[in-house]
């Protein structure tokens, strides 16, 4: 099973702290959006295995763009 970390608002990626086939707890920071000059951590919402990043330092996103998926 997974979970699929998606955008909140429209940002810019500033940072990927997570890396694909690493395990993480739920709170656990997987990367930091920039918007409106304001970093915004984005949290891991279920434990489990980052099985992918969709998202590189610099990209610009969108609600509802997929950042990560999580294999739970």
Same mark, same amino acid.
């Given at each position: 099973?997974?979970h =699929?970390?998606? $955008?909140e608002?429209?940002?810019? %990626?500033h940072? %990927?702290?997570t890396? %694909?086939?690493q395990? !993480? $707890?739920v709170g656990? =920071?997987?990367l930091?959006l920039?918007s409106?000059?304001?970093?915004i951590?984005?949290? $891991?919402? !279920?434990a /489990? =295995?980052v099985a992918?990043?969709a !998202?590189?330092? /610099?990209? !610009?996103?969108r609600?509802g763009? %997929?950042?990560?998926?999580?294999? =739970?």
């Amino acid at each position: 099973m997974s979970h =699929t970390v998606r $955008a909140e608002m429209v940002a810019s %990626v500033h940072s %990927v702290i997570t890396g %694909v086939g690493q395990e !993480v $707890a739920v709170g656990e =920071t997987l990367l930091i959006l920039e918007s409106m000059k304001m970093e915004i951590p984005v949290l $891991a919402e !279920v434990a /489990g =295995t980052v099985a992918e990043i969709a !998202v590189v330092p /610099g990209d !610009v996103i969108r609600e509802g763009d %997929v950042l990560a998926i999580i294999a =739970t």
